[in-house]
């Protein structure tokens, strides 16, 4: 599967809003 | 159903927009609903006259988006005393734009053969949620950085459905998308994209608490002042 680093930048995200 | 299927775009039941005391005896119940991709005005005519009515039309005024009827008013006339009708109006969004105040409200003209009648109605915003609002993963991250922080919006929604699926399917019959999901410290997050009519974007993020019917609402756009119509969609499509 091709990782695009897309999955990551959401998961950053959802993290960052979490734990801001 | 409690089958969990979901089908078509949230319909709100009809309510009476002209009662027959301010008709001349005409009573007018309606509703907006999206289907295959077009927007209707579902219509239910009474005519609680002594005469019969006949020469139907109907017109809006300039509104906030261009809502304006695709096709004449089709009903078949003449309309007896105590008898009622089903007409559903398709509509359009290429009238003409004049932001209304609230920003939903629309002003309907109506005329039988006794005179010309006048009422407003608010729709619910998701009959403009268009078919092709799921954003690329890669602009939705792109766009979510780029709209200011001032812009973004939260709201509670009380009684969401229990679960991330059952909500995600929800919405997505109304046509709000979800682009990924995400499941931190046991809280579901879900980001969210729509598109209106006009073009305008609306990217959004809804928070699930674990064991909590409320969820929390943050919704980011260009056009902020959309937000609290946005709100008010989820919260009837997901009720």
Redesign the interface.
Known sequence: ELDDGLDEAFSRLAESRTNP | SGTGIVTGSYVAPKTVWLHAMKGKGLEISGTFARRSGATFMDLHFTNRALQVMSDFAIQFNRNSFGLAPAAPLQIPTPLAPNQSTEVSLPLNTIGSVMKMEPLNNLQVAVKNNIDVFYFSVVYPLHILFVEDGKME??MF?AT?KDIPNENEAQFQIRDCPPSADAVSNKLQASNIFTV?R?T??G?D?L?QSLKLTNGIWVLA?L?MQPGSPSCTL?LRCRAPEVSQFIFQAYEMVLK
């Open positions: 993963r890669q991250l979510w990924a995400r931190v410290e809280q997050m980001y993020e928070r943050s």
